[in-house]
């Protein structure tokens, strides 16, 4: 799960991705490099181990909605197939919740963490494909690269009287930040209003603003038409956090924490501080990892189950999400041998942090005819805290759910939209695929060091994965021409 933002990848046929041979599950070596650009589920940082990441309540660039339609229930359709369910569901949710738990144990131990684009997630990606095909399925491994913070690049260093005076390991790119290192005389525009920036301009300087009041995009804009050739934002409450653009910017902007903004201004009460912002980005493969069940009806219809199964560095991410990645493993193996009219595709999101990447590259990927023959997508993210399973997205899916819910015993609430934040879902919806994501509503260790096992409760895994089983056995029951 992330912060809203965006992000463009290339394009391959759905039907015909690249495949890379499944390798052995090996050692995760930790991911120590610069993070990469972007952010509920955004790109993290080693100073998250111990700062709360943060995002920002008002970014200016909007989310897709995860809504289409108004959050009326509708009846569902009359059956028109044999139903292949069985009653009480509720019954297996404790089975599920071990088998769904021993998958998010074994994922974290031997592949965590997964930042976006990093070695790592080749080795988590190995390790799903293995299991994937261990269960019988046909299974793809879809490549496309992506732009991320060059490796060993510091993001903001100070220096005063010629000697380096702070370097902040900390910062962030904010989203949609502008390329370059530029190095100029650090300049105090407070907020960055109208009033703040100085009547002379900030023609060849780096302006140091704080956090609040207006959007991130008004400060920028503000200060780059004054002449500013970088931006540092500092927090205006204690901790690191993350932030969007609506558009990529001129010029580099960075983030850094409130206590790194008030040291920086308390070296410029003192003396000239020159900054440098070093932002630069470069281009690395990532992945999805495609499993395919084919449809006895053979019509080419596809009911899509997805999960990212990326984080933020040098996060364990076990909620966010290791909780839907080992959800939908499971359900993969309760369906394994089982049949349904349709085609069910399991589709584990590389580079969601990034931007929702690895979503955006699969539904780019799809033709207009295999863009309407997806009748469901059911997303699975940041299932594993939090008082009970809730259902969100396309109003007549949703109803899906809740129907099916209701049939089989199981607990689950409707939600209204992720605030400030979106999910794979999201780009499911926006190419008129009916689409629903399925969380829990504790967001508040994701994208933190406290995104951990002991955290999970193993309950939610198994109501979200009867859930997605019991989604299924409905929409076989009510299945008809497309």
């Not at 969007?244 to 003192?270: E, K, Q």
Request: contains cysteine.
């Amino acid at each position: 799960m992330r912060p809203s933002s965006s992000g463009t990848g290339p394009t391959a046929s759905l039907m015909r991705p690249r495949r890379n041979a499944a390798a052995p599950l090996a050692a995760v070596v930790l991911f120590l490099a610069i993070l990469g650009v972007g952010g509920a589920c955004g790109s993290g940082s080693p100073a998250l181990h111990s700062t709360i990441a943060e995002i920002d309540p008002s970014p200016t660039q909007a989310a897709p909605s995860p809504t289409a339609e108004a959050p009326t229930r509708t009846a569902t359709a009359e059956p028109v197939a044999e139903a292949q369910g069985r009653k009480g569901l509720s019954a297996d949710v404790s089975r599920l919740s071990d088998e769904a738990w021993s998958r998010l144990v074994e994922l974290t131990d031997n592949a965590s963490p997964r930042a976006s684009a990093s070695d790592e997630t080749q080795t988590a990606a190995d390790y799903l494909i293995d299991e994937l095909q261990a269960l019988g399925y046909s299974v793809e491994q879809q490549d496309f690269e992506v732009e991320v913070l060059a490796q060993d690049v510091p993001v903001v260093s100070a220096v005063s009287s010629g000697e380096l005076v702070r370097f902040l390991l900390g910062a962030l790119p904010i989203t949609l930040s502008g390329d370059g290192t530029p190095t100029g005389l650090l300049v105090d525009v407070g907020l960055a209003t109208a009033g703040d920036v100085p009547e002379e301009g900030l023609a060849g300087k780096i302006a140091l603003v704080e956090r609040g009041i207006i959007a991130f995009e008004e400060k920028v804009t503000r200060v780059a038409d004054a002449g500013a050739i970088g931006v540092v934002i500092y927090n205006n409450r204690p901790g690191l956090f993350r932030g969007n653009l609506a558009a990529r910017s001129s010029i580099p902007v960075a983030l850094i924490s409130r206590t790194d903004g008030n040291a920086l201004l308390s070296l410029m009460a003192g003396a000239d501080v020159e900054a440098t912002v070093s932002i630069v980005h470069e281009m690395r493969p990532a992945r999805n990892v495609i499993a395919t069940k084919p449809g006895t009806a053979d019509d080419g219809r596809v009911v899509v189950l997805g999960a990212h199964f990326d984080t933020v560095p040098d996060v364990e991410g076990a909620n966010d999400n290791g909780s839907g990645t080992a959800t939908i493993l499971t359900i993969a193996a309760e369906i394994a041998d089982r049949s349904y009219p349709f085609k069910v595709l399991f589709v584990a999101f590389g580079a969601e942090e990034l931007g929702l990447l690895g979503s955006r590259h699969f539904v780019d990927a799809l033709s207009r005819e295999e863009r309407r023959m997806i009748v469901a997508m059911l997303n699975f993210d940041a299932l594993g805290t939090g008082p009970v399973i809730g259902v969100l997205g396309s109003a007549r899916l949703a109803d899906t759910v809740a129907d099916a819910a209701d049939a089989e015993g199981l607990t689950m609430e409707r939600r209204g939209p992720i605030q400030g934040g979106a999910s794979d879902h999201a780009l499911f919806i926006d190419a008129s695929i009916p689409a629903v994501a399925l969380v829990a509503d504790d967001f508040s260790r994701i994208h933190t060091a406290n995104d951990t096992l002991e955290f999970v409760d193993r309950s939610l895994l198994g109501t979200a994965a009867a859930l997605g089983i019991a989604t299924l056995d409905a929409l076989a029951r009510s299945w008809a021409a497309p």
